[in-house]
């Protein structure tokens, strides 16, 4: 605990940290498999690059797309930063990330690698208001995932009520050849579509509710899992990551206190024990 409050106390004087950012490879001693949330003050780049290699299960975050003059909307080294996701990826880890025209281009660009599948999150409310004039009005925002290396995680969700019986002798498909026979069987409700309908949530700069969060993080992580979200902003996702019992792992460029209390990181360190936990 003393050790957090005078990592917290530096980070927020500071903002960065004193040493420069070192590959820590750590004896490993895996953290108790209790939950347990952390936040970074500073640079992402800068702070993953002290992450343990394959530490991480899901890196999910909504960052900044470059086409505002907000001055936090700056466009982030893309390069850099799949090097480091990959090296702290797991080898079924995923990596989620928000965009939209033009900046999924940039994205997909930059990314060493082209994205696996995309969701689609459509918005209550437009988001263009300006264009209307030139261009039509939009409300949906595109998320890009990258699947790991080999065994992608994924925890397909269903949703709603209705069930529903059925069976199949099985097929023999042009499209995709013979399918295997199914016994009865009686489910309910039908496996998430990648088309998301969900409000926005705004507070600040926020927009992602804490539901598409939840949906985000449960399928692709189990209890225990570690969740990054590299500009976490107020951290939301780490009181949802908690409240599921994941453990998360927030980096920004600022401190925005409300939330991220309510996280109650433990330990600055937590990260670079946890490989393999
Ligand atoms: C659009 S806001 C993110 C909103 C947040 N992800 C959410 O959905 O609640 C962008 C955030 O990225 C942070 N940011 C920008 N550049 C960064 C960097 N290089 N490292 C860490 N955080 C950064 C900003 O401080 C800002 O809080």
Same mark, same amino acid.
């Given at each position: 605990m003393i050790s957090y409050l005078i990592d917290l106390f530096r980070s927020l004087c500071v903002g960065r940290p004193s040493k420069p950012p070192t590959a820590i490879k750590a004896e490993v001693k895996p953290l108790p498999r209790q939950m347990a949330t952390t936040f970074y003050k500073g640079d992402n780049l800068h702070w993953l690059k002290t992450f343990a290699d394959k530490s991480v299960h899901l890196i999910y975050f909504n960052p900044p797309?470059?086409?505002?003059?907000?001055?936090?909307?700056h466009k982030l080294d893309w390069t850099a930063l799949f090097a480091e996701f990959d090296r702290v990826l797991r080898d079924d880890g995923n990596i989620v990330i928000h965009c939209s025209v033009p900046f999924n281009y940039t994205l997909i660009r930059e990314a060493p690698r082209p994205p696996s599948y995309s969701w689609y999150w459509k918005k209550e409310k437009i988001t263009n208001p300006f264009l209307a004039k030139i261009q039509p009005l939009r409300n949906t925002e595109e998320i890009l995932v990258w699947r790991g290396r080999s065994k992608a995680a994924y925890y397909p969700q269903r949703v709603g009520d209705e069930e529903r019986t059925f069976t199949s002798k099985g097929n023999n498909t042009t499209y995709y050849g013979a399918t295997t026979p199914q016994k009865a069987q009686t489910v309910k409700g039908h496996y998430q579509t990648h088309f998301l309908d969900y409000k926005r949530s705004i507070d600040g700069f926020a927009t992602r509710p804490a539901e598409l969060i939840e949906l985000i993080i449960k399928s692709y992580t189990k209890e225990g899992d570690v969740v990054v979200? &590299?500009?976490?902003?107020?951290g939301l996702s780490g009181v949802v990551a908690k409240s599921l019992g994941r453990r998360w792992v927030g980096i920004d460029l600022h401190f925005f206190p409300s939330l991220l209390l309510e996280c109650?990181? &433990?330990?600055?360190?937590a990260l670079n024990t946890l490989v393999n936990a």
């Open positions: 797309f470059g086409t505002t003059q907000n001055d936090w909307d979200d &590299p500009t976490c902003y107020k109650s990181p &433990p330990s600055q360190k």
